[in-house]
């Protein structure tokens, strides 16, 4: 069964970092672009990050790009999110999904998606 467990996320002030572990298991990350994609409340969710998983290629919103890092360790099956210079517009619930064979920011082609994990920026 393909399951995907996000860890990491708690409260951080503006300026700080948190790392995000998304573990996976049930399918390889040889097969799956794994997303990080975020919801805050009243907003649509958007795609943040993607790492494609033929070539390790890693795609980021404009939003992010800069300040997140996303990177994978097939080893552990587990993608990482790194996030730094944290804002006040990036609190939500950030989730991890697999798509098979694709790499996109777009949510239609994942699959999988995990349970989130709760970022908060706040002094």
């Known amino acids: 069964q393909e399951r995907l467990v996000e860890s990491g996320g708690g409260l951080v002030q503006p300026g700080g970092s948190l790392r995000l572990s998304c573990v996976v298991s049930g399918f390889h990350l040889d097969d799956y672009t794994i997303g990080w994609f975020r919801q805050d409340p009243g907003k649509e969710r958007e795609g943040v990050a993607c790492i494609k998983n033929t070539d390790g290629s890693t795609y980021y919103a404009d939003s992010v790009k800069g300040r997140f890092t996303i990177s994978k360790d097939n080893a552990k099956n587990t993608v990482y999110l790194q996030m730094n210079s944290l804002k006040p517009e990036d609190p939500a619930v950030y989730y991890c999904?697999?798509?098979?064979?694709?790499?996109?920011?777009?949510?239609?082609?994942?699959?999988?998606w995990g349970q989130g994990a709760q970022v908060t920026v706040s002094s």
């Open positions: 999904a697999a798509a098979f064979f694709i790499a996109t920011l777009a949510q239609a082609p994942y699959d999988y």
